[in-house]
């Protein structure tokens, strides 16, 4: 499966719909392909300085996390942890955060966040939950993220959204719905 992807900044679009990240003038003309085909690449994010993109791509069950140059030039893994998959990575503004959601253990989706300066891992949210979605507050203090009791195959009902502060404390359910609660997005 390939997710439709776009995303865009002041000069560039990015599009991972064939498994390959490409770079396209924000006018639609010219395309640049700057990785090789993935089965799963997903969560493309620009980085502060919109000089870099932090993506995930998961492949055959092992998830890691890349970072690239919009000119392909400068690639590296930045958290490769062993046979998990990742997904919905959210870099804070200030760069220095990027929290995402992670296969753990104990066979759930869970919250971690990853210092970008010193490469430090740490799970924020706990328990039996799936928890996905991640998005930062404007001072990167603070996220916002989906949480699901039970999980089917595309089926997050009664999924909620949660709070919780970029320590790991406080964290509170801020929705209580029936139906599926999703995509939070922090603005």
């Not at 900044?9 to 064939?18: G, V």
């Not at 966040?113 to 740490?122: D, K």
């Amino acid at each position: 499966h390939y997710f439709l992807s776009f995303y865009y900044a002041t000069q560039y679009i990015l599009d991972s719909t064939d498994g390959a990240i490409k770079i396209i003038n924000a006018n639609g003309s010219g395309s640049i392909q700057i990785t090789p085909f993935q089965q799963y690449i997903g969560g493309l994010t620009w980085t502060s300085d919109s000089k870099s993109i932090v993506y995930i791509a998961n492949i055959n069950g092992y998830g890691a996390i890349h970072q690239i140059s919009i000119d392909g030039k400068s690639h590296f893994i930045l958290y490769s942890p062993h046979n998990s998959l990742l997904f919905s990575p959210a870099l804070s503004k200030d760069g220095n955060k990027l929290a995402f959601s992670a296969f753990t253990d104990s066979a759930t989706f869970k919250i971690m966040l990853l210092n970008m300066q010193s490469g430090q891992i740490i799970q924020l949210t706990k328990g039996s939950s799936y928890d996905e979605n991640p998005s930062w507050s404007a001072d990167a203090s603070a996220l916002v993220y989906q949480r699901a009791e039970s999980v089917s195959p595309y089926n997050w009902a009664g999924s909620s959204i949660w709070y919780i502060q970029a320590d790991g404390q406080n964290n509170t359910r801020l929705t209580k719905a029936q139906y599926q609660c999703y995509d939070p997005d922090w603005r």
